[in-house]
Structure formats: C-alpha cells, structure tokens
T-cell receptor, first 118, second 107 residues
Framework: EVQLVESGGGLVQPGGSLRLSCAAS????????MHWVRQAPGKGLVWVSR????????TYAEVVRGRVTIARDNAKNTVYLEMNSLRAEDTAVYYC???WGSGYLDLWGQGTLVTVSS | DIQMTQSPSSVAASVGDRVTISCRAS??????LAWYQQKPGKAPKLLIY???TLESGVPLRFSGSGSGTDFTLTISSLQPEDFATYYC?????????FGQGTKVEIK
C-alpha cells in the first residue's frame, strides 16, 4: 500500500526538543521531494519545510528557521523533522507529504500531534 | 511571501448545488496553484494541481480555472461526501502558502 506514516509527536515543555519521523512505503521514496506541513488546532495549513531527493537541498519557513532541521534516510524510506527550542505556537498536527517535483503534495500522512505546554 | 486569500470563508449549500470557491494571490503565480480537500480529523487530499488539472481518481464534478492572481474551484453538483474544508495553495515560490480555507457546510 502506498502510504506515509508519521510518528514521534507528543507533549513537550516549552524550550524542549522533539524528532518527528515519516515512514514511506509502497513507492520509490528516493524519487520524491518530501515536505512537512503543520496545522494548529482549528486553524489552516502552514508549510514548514522541504528536502530534495538526496537531501542535499533544504528549505524552511521563516517561523521555524534555525530551530528545525529536516533530513531523510533513503535507505530507511524515512524523512525526519528535528525540532528544538519549541514554543507554544508550535503546537499543531504535523503532516508529511510527497512532491514529485511539480510543487504539489499528492500523498499525505495521517499526521502526528505535537503539543508544547508546561 | 505570497498571500493567498480565499472567499467565502464558508458556504452553506444543498446536495446538487453548484458551488464556487475563489482564491486570489497577492502577486501573479501563473498556474502554480493547487486545491485540497480536508475532512475533520483527516489529512488534506489533493484535488486539482496546475490550476486546472484534475488529480487521478478525483470526480469530474470538481474543476479548476484561472491564472495569474485569480483562481476558482467549482463543484458542479455537490454530493454528500463533498462537505469539507477546501484550501488553495501556491507553488510558484517558497515559502509555499495556503489560503485560509473555505468550509462547505450543509444548508
């Protein structure tokens, strides 16, 4: 089955760190750019980051730049989002999505909830 | 950043109605636009990309149009499974940005 499955979310204190994972299956993972998009409770979608096919190129939204690192392991068919210095406003469901290079996310994971609270 | 503005924010419609959602970009994006459908508690689903290209498996009652700064998503005959929130997204330049969403509700 073609799917993306996120994991790693949870409750973390302000200033803390978390690493999200997104495991891909059923398709050629290394052929796709991968992205993270987040959605705060009751709010809209916000693009967070992207990584190129082999991981050599990364891009970040201004709101997370310097606090977040995206990485991928094509041998494990997994993309990661390392988040540091977390703030209350980072509370959201984090989705990973695949992009065949044309700029659109044609497959999304089910999301993982990150809650930043003391 | 390119700002995407959708209208209306919500629309109440009945099964069988024609529904139109607008999306305006703060600067020209050619046809670098996608539409997604999201149901409560679920991930977004790609409906249309490149402004008017229907994603595989998406019903033909969905269509997209527009270029430059003004775009439209049309549902020709609303079905029960179409009640959801719809988002536009520009892929012209980073950071990608989404509209604030349009909720299609039952009238």
């Amino acid at each position: 089955e073609v799917q993306l499955v996120e994991s790693g979310g949870g409750l973390v204190q302000p200033g803390g760190s978390l690493r999200l994972s997104c495991a891909a299956s059923g398709f050629s993972f290394s052929s796709y750019w991968m992205h993270w998009v987040r959605q705060a409770p009751g709010k809209g979608l916000v693009w967070v980051s992207r990584i190129s096919l082999e991981g050599s190129s990364t891009t970040y939204a201004e709101v997370v730049r310097g606090r977040v690192t995206i990485a991928r392991d094509n041998a494990k068919n997994t993309v990661y989002l390392e988040m540091n210095s977390l703030r209350a406003e980072d509370t959201a469901v984090y989705y990973c999505g695949r992009d065949w290079g044309s700029g659109y996310l044609d497959l999304w994971g089910q999301g993982t909830l990150v809650t930043v609270s003391s | 950043d390119i700002q995407m503005t959708q209208s209306p924010s919500s629309v109440a419609a009945s099964v069988g109605d024609r529904v139109t959602i607008s999306c305006r970009a703060s600067q020209g994006i050619s046809t670098w636009l996608a539409w997604y459908q999201q149901k409560p508690g679920k991930a977004p689903k790609l409906l249309i990309y490149a402004a008017f290209t229907l994603e595989s498996g998406v019903p033909l009652r969905f269509s997209g149009s527009g270029s430059g700064t003004d775009f439209t998503l049309t549902i020709s005959s609303l079905q029960p499974e179409d009640f959801a929130t719809y988002y536009c997204q520009q892929a012209h330049s980073f950071p990608w940005t989404f509209g604030q969403g349009t909720k299609v509700e039952i009238k």
